[in-house]
């Protein structure tokens, strides 16, 4: 059955010079990387205020820096799946596209997406909090696992820290930026596994929508966003992204 059977949405996205998409944990759970909220979600089991904040960083910072270390193995052994890579089909379509992702997975860029903005970091990335230094993973291990007390220090004396933003922190200012920017030029936008609570990414999908976007929405269950789209397609991204790519290059083809 079509997707897509909507009059006016087929002619947005037989017209659309401007798309942008914001995606969530909900695009990678089908690679095995467990969302945050919802069923399996991290933070019913663990404390995000004991891992993802600078306060328990600096109380604890091999605790946090382990838990990364953890996270990362997982991303590593992860590989994108097929929504990821119809995201990648999709930016083909139209003339500007910018995927606008919270994720710290870095696998809309191994998927082979071009123009897309991280949010809230990436895992990958650490960096002395004092003066400044980027290490990449190896240096970054090789630090910590020589360290008496596993705590990953600079030369300079600072700690060295995920490249994440963590609760109560502020966004990449670039990055925040450019995200509002391709919202409200955007003339169709698509929200893909996020539960859409965490602003200001959440704030997003609402500023396109007053800009006169029309919104689509990939997500297997119902989210604050949900009432104000034109098209809620329910289930798997991995499922519906695919389907969806299908669908706009046959709209647009026939344009
Ligand atoms: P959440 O874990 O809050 O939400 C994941 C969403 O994906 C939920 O709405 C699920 O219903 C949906 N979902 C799950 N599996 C899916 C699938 N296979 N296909 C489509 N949808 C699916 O993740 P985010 O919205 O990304 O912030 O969370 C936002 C931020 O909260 C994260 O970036 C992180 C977290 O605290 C920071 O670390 C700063």
């Not at 820096?65 to 119809?86: D, K, L, T």
């Not at 490249?163 to 990449?172: A, D, I, R, S």
């Amino acid at each position: 059955m079509a997707l897509i059977n909507n009059a006016h949405l087929r002619d947005k996205i037989r017209n659309a010079q401007n798309v942008a998409v914001l995606t969530g944990a909900g695009i990678s759970a089908e690679s095995g990387i467990p969302t945050f909220r919802g069923e399996n979600g991290i933070w019913n089991k663990l404390s995000p205020q004991e891992l993802a904040s600078f306060e328990a960083f600096y109380r604890n910072a091999a605790m946090v820096v382990e838990w990364y270390r953890q996270r990362r193995q997982i991303i590593n052994n992860a590989s994108p799946n097929p929504g990821h890579r119809a995201l990648v089909e999709i930016e083909k379509l139209f003339p500007h596209f910018t995927l606008i992702t919270q994720n710290i997975d870095g696998l809309h860029q191994r998927a082979g997406s071009h123009n897309t903005i991280e949010l809230h970091g990436n895992i990958m990335e650490n960096y002395c909090i004092r003066c400044g230094r980027h290490f990449n993973i190896t240096e970054f291990d090789h630090i910590i696992d020589t360290s008496f007390d596993h705590v990953p220090r600079c030369d300079c004396g600072g700690l060295i820290r995920p490249n994440v933003v963590w609760f109560g922190e502020m966004l990449p200012q670039d990055a925040l930026e450019h995200a509002f920017q391709a919202a409200e030029k955007s003339d169709l936008f698509i929200s893909v596994g996020t539960s859409a609570q965490v602003r200001p990414a959440a704030d997003l999908p609402f500023l396109a929508h007053e800009n006169g976007a029309m919104l689509i929405e990939i997500n297997t269950e119902l989210t604050p966003l949900t009432p104000l789209v034109e098209a809620f397609f329910q289930g798997p991204a991995g499922i519906i992204l695919p389907q969806l790519h299908q669908e706009m290059q046959e709209i647009r083809q026939a344009a």
